[in-house]
């Protein structure tokens, strides 16, 4: 089985492309653009009408989301455990952090970079910014005090939702105001240890110090 993931650069689709090389799996790039300028293609937007990606194929069947893409794939080679299994207690854990990742984090960050979709003006879009960058740490602060003093997201075992939150900390951006992840001492002793990992100094180069 060969995999195409929809990919560009600083995006949720090189999180994706961690889990790929955890597990192993051939895949292609199908390079793709997310400049607000450059319009989506009809390719694209025929697999996901929102123009987002990661979009992955799978066997001719694409999926989009990217926590509901890791936990696919990392369902597919359980053997490889980078999730805790359906009936493993720790697999509600797993699908929290992905869930709240995707619905909340992401959001937030949606909200700095793309503050003209939150608002029907310009006039407010400073507005959303700011907000944005409150709820930004808001909510690192919320996974910081969930992580205390373990070693990964879901106590001794490294799982995706590390990636995840390593993925997540490279949005964060001093050019838009955003808290260091050194704020963070919890997320980014974990930033660092996966940005150790070989699949993500293949995929984001060299990775933090
Ligand atoms: N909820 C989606 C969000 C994906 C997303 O925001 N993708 C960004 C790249 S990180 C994108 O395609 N942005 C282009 C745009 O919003 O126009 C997911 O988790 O896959």
Redesign the pocket.
Same mark, same amino acid.
């Given at each position: 089985m060969t995999y195409s993931l929809y990919y &560009?650069e600083? $995006? &949720? &689709?090189m999180g994706v492309r961690v889990v790929l090389e955890e597990l192993n799996q051939p895949y292609t790039l199908i390079p =793709?653009s !997310?400049? =607000?300028d450059t319009p #989506?293609t009809p390719e694209l937007l025929a697999l996901n009408p +929102? *123009? /987002? !990606?990661?979009v992955l194929i799978s066997n001719g069947s694409p999926i %989009?989301?990217? *926590? &509901? !893409?890791t936990t696919w794939l990392c369902d597919r080679y359980p053997d490889i455990r980078l999730a805790p299994g359906v009936v493993d207690p720790e697999r509600g854990r797993f699908l929290q952090w992905l869930f709240f990742? $995707? $619905?909340s984090l @992401? +959001?937030a %960050? @949606?909200m700095s %970079?793309?503050s003209d #979709?939150f608002c029907d003006t310009s006039d407010h879009e400073a507005s959303v910014k700011r907000r944005s960058i409150n709820r930004l740490r808001e909510l690192w602060q919320v996974v910081d005090d969930a992580i205390g003093d373990s070693d990964w997201m879901l106590g001794e075992d490294f799982s995706a939702a590390d990636i995840h939150l390593f993925m997540l900390t490279t /949005?964060l951006s001093p050019a838009h105001d955003h808290p260091l992840v050194e704020e963070f001492a919890n997320v980014h002793r974990i930033a660092i240890a996966v940005s150790k990992r070989p699949s993500v100094r293949l995929v984001y180069g060299t990775g933090p110090a």
């Open positions: &560009a600083k $995006s &949720a &689709a =793709t !997310i400049d =607000t #989506r +929102n *123009g /987002w !990606i990661p %989009y989301e990217c *926590g &509901a !893409i990742f $995707s $619905s @992401q +959001n %960050y @949606q %970079y793309y #979709r /949005w």
